[in-house]
């Protein structure tokens, strides 16, 4: 263990400049296919006002994320105030940030969690149920989207996309049937998948919770697509708002894959991509991409607050 250890600090400063190196590259790359000018002209026109809506409809997005969750943890046992709830999901999104440590957001919720009530693999298991729900409310936000939207993207691309989703959305489904499976739940090398599906029915178990779950996932996803559409009208990309729900999300999804720092180049290059499908200019595009990717740093600032205040308290006490 302490030789995993060194070998596990000894990466990290090499996986963080690997991250680091490929949003450069990326955000250089998509800098020399745009006007500089034109992409700061555009950022500049976007009215106070706007930004202020969109930071607010951000900050409702993660708190409706934070009571999610807090009832994914109470129905796998544990129980705290949703207060507590709300500063660890702060301080996770504040760590997710693209910042050079060893442990991303989730690692903090399930640190918080497993120091209060001391089992580590349930708080494991609940923060992982809440990316799981997460990600079904986007898939299927985007999938509905999509299926009113259906002359929006070029043929094969729309069937693609469409393929894609349902398949993601069909393999979230079938970790609830997981459980059934002895020879996975009696396996030692798959039995983590058996009790993760044997939590998720813990949570999922009556009509009433899936409904609840389902709809402030969606809810969720929705302010934040709301915000986009904020933004996006301010700088230009003048497009309704089911335009928004059904290109946005893919680029979401893309930014998980940890290729980048906070899916930093990523999220810029696949936006760009997306919307070219469209016909929008690709310079209020990348603006439109830059700056959710700055609001979403501020709308993290107060988990550092909260990180910053628990450093403090147990030194003066």
Request: net charge positive; proline share 5%; charged share 15%.
């Amino acid at each position: 263990m302490p030789a995993v250890r060194k070998d596990r600090k000894v990466n990290q400063p090499l996986n963080y400049a690997v991250k680091l190196g490929i949003s450069t590259a990326l955000l250089l790359l998509i800098f020399r296919q745009v006007d500089p000018a034109r992409a700061w002209q555009a950022m500049r026109q976007v009215p106070p006002a706007s930004i202020l809506v969109a930071i607010l409809l951000q900050l409702a997005s993660n708190t409706v994320a934070t009571y999610r969750w807090s009832l994914i943890m109470a129905r796998i046992g544990f129980r705290h105030p949703f207060t507590f709830y709300l500063k660890s999901f702060f301080k996770g999104a504040f760590f997710n940030q693209g910042l050079p440590t060893s442990i991303g957001g989730d690692g903090i919720r399930i640190l918080d969690c497993s120091r209060i009530k001391g089992t580590a693999e349930d708080a494991f298991y609940g923060v992982f149920i809440d990316r799981i729900v997460g990600l079904a409310g986007l898939l299927l936000l985007n999938i509905c989207a999509l299926l009113f939207n259906r002359t929006l993207l070029p043929g094969p691309i729309y069937y693609a996309l469409l393929l894609v989703l349902g398949s993601l959305f069909s393999g979230l489904i079938l970790l609830f049937f997981l459980r059934r499976f002895r020879f996975i739940t009696t396996s030692r090398i798959l039995g983590y998948l058996g009790r993760l599906s044997e939590r998720y029915f813990q949570v999922y178990s009556t009509a009433g919770a899936i409904a609840l779950q389902t709809g402030l996932s969606v809810l969720t996803h929705l302010l934040a697509m709301t915000a986009f559409y904020v933004l996006g009208v301010s700088i230009g990309l003048d497009y309704p708002l089911q335009v928004y729900l059904s290109l946005v999300p893919p680029v979401i999804l893309l930014t998980i894959l940890p290729l980048s720092l906070a899916g930093w180049g990523i999220r810029e290059g696949a936006m760009v991509g997306f919307f070219l499908l469209i016909g929008a200019d690709r310079s209020r595009v990348l603006s439109f991409s830059i700056l959710y990717g700055l609001l979403s740093l501020a709308c993290s600032l107060p988990g550092l607050a909260v990180y910053l205040g628990e450093r403090r308290g147990p030194q003066q006490a």
